[in-house]
Every structure is written in structure tokens, then in C-alpha cells.
């Protein structure tokens, strides 16, 4: 974290928030008390911003300045609401293609993702506002700058998108190993968004309870499953093969 993308100082962060900041995470001294960092932690909360309680050599790291406790990672980026973007992109006769990301980790990963994204003609990627890879110095450098191309939203609970993207006529396909089905035997000629899962667990249980299709990738070698960012390109190539013959 670059001294240019962070806010230290607890007065600093609440008159960053109030002023419509976008901040990616704050990170918190464990233990710490008072009546500011209490204000601080309850704006934090209603606003539902990420944020994480860390040892004080922690924040001494991220900044050599007086932090007093707490330090904000700002976002080089705005996010995008997603039901404008829904429906403009609804409006503008394309066939939407949207990606859902369910709490990615890794920024190389998230970043690496983008780029495809951009490339394939992606109209929106959306993420869940808490525990997944911010977007930071490392997400744009892989992105190759694309991240400046493609809108990001934020959400509450990836559920939430499921539903919204359902109810606008758009079906919802799980790229999950938990299927016999590949993704060969899927139509993306129609409106679709693909939710692509975190590495470590994949995606959500309850999530994949109500998507429309699930969809696997072949695996011919002896290795279980793919890097996430390899796996979301082929789906998205998938999808221009079908939409372009």
C-alpha cells in the first residue's frame, strides 16, 4: 500500500467516509479503545465497508506516520451501482455478459480476471463488498489498466446479484466442478452472467442452490482443478465462440 492510496489517522478516515471517499478496507489496532475509534468502528459498520482489527506492528508497516490506530486503503477506482448498469446495459440492445465474482483472494487473480474480462467483452463485473481482493496498486498493474475500462460494482452478498440478474431475464450459470455437466453443453447466446468462485473453497453452497445451470471444465490430466483466472477465461472465450458463429 502506496502512501497515495491511504488515509491514516482515525479524524482523517471519518471525514474521508463523510465526504464520499471511496475506501477499500481499514485496517484497525486490536484493543484499541476511545470514543473516536468507536465512532469510526459504527460509520464502519453502517456503511458497511471492509475492515480488519491487525496488531499495531502491523499499521508501524503500512505507514510510518502518526496512525493512531488506524489506517484506509483508498480505491484508485468509483464502483458502479449495479442495477443502473443492468439496466443500461439491458437498454442498449446487447446481449448482456456479466461476471460474478464470489469473495476472489488474490489481487494477481482479480486482476488477471479483469483483463480477460475486458477483452471478451464482459459489461460488468460484480463483487461482494467484503472478503474478497481489493483493487490496489497490484490489481492494476496485472489488469494491464483495465481495470479503468470495465465497470465494477459492489454488493451486499453475491446472492443478491443472483437475484437481481434473474429477475432482469438474465441467466445466472456456476462455473463449479460440482457437476457433471460441462460448460460445451451451455447456451451463452442468450443474456448470462458467470459466477466464478474463490480459490480456496469455490463457490458458495448456498449460492450455488440457486443459480440456473452449473458448468464444468473438462480436466484430462491428473490435476484437480485449474487457477481461477485460467478457468474464467476459457468460460468467457466459450462464450464469444458461441456468440460470434
Keep these: 500500500m502506496s502512501e497515495q492510496t491511504q488515509i491514516f489517522g482515525i479524524r482523517a478516515i471519518i471525514e474521508a467516509i463523510n465526504s464520499g471517499k471511496t475506501i477499500d478496507k481499514v485496517f484497525l489496532q486490536k484493543g484499541l479503545k476511545g470514543e473516536l475509534f468507536t465512532e ?3 460509520m464502519l459498520r453502517k456503511k458497511a465497508i471492509n475492515s480488519s482489527y491487525v496488531p499495531v506492528e502491523k499499521l508501524n508497516r503500512l505507514t510510518k506516520r502518526n496512525h493512531q490506530g488506524a489506517v484506509a486503503q483508498i ?5 458502479h451501482d449495479m442495477e443502473t448498469l443492468v439496466l443500461n446495459v439491458m ?3 446487447k446481449t ?4 460474478l465474482l464470489d469473495q476472489l483472494s488474490d489481487v494477481r487473480n482479480f486482476g488477471a480476471i479483469i483483463r480477460t474480462a475486458e ?17 490496489n496498486g497490484d ?13 465494477i460494482c459492489k454488493v451486499d452478498h453475491i446472492k443478491d446479484a443472483v437475484f437481481y440478474m434473474q429477475g432482469s431475464g438474465i441467466k445466472v450459470v456456476a462455473a463449479t466442478e460440482k457437476t457433471d455437466n460441462t460448460l460445451y453443453n451451455i447456451s451463452f ?5 458467470i459466477i466464478m468462485g474463490s480459490e ?9 442452490k440457486v443459480v440456473d445451470a452449473k458448468a464444468k471444465l473438462p480436466l484430462l490430466g491428473t490435476i484437480e482443478s485449474l487457477n481461477v483466472s485460467v478457468a474464467c477465461g476459457a468460460f468467457l472465450y466459450e462464450v464469444v465462440r458461441q456468440r460470434s458463429s
Design 40 to 42: 469510526l468502528e459504527t
Design 75 to 79: 480505491s484508485p477506482i468509483a464502483f
Design 91 to 93: 437498454a442498449s440492445g
Design 96 to 99: 448482456p455478459l456479466f461476471l
Design 119 to 135: 477483452c471478451t467483452g464482459v459489461n460488468g463485473i460484480i463483487i461482494q463488498k467484503k472478503g474478497g481482493a481489493p483493487v
Design 139 to 151: 490489481t492494476i498493474k496485472t489488469s494491464a489498466g483495465a481495470v479503468f475500462k470495465i465497470p
Design 189 to 193: 447466446k442468450e443474456p448470462c452472467a
Design 200 to 208: 480456496g473453497r469455490g463457490i458458495n453452497p448456498s449460492t450455488l
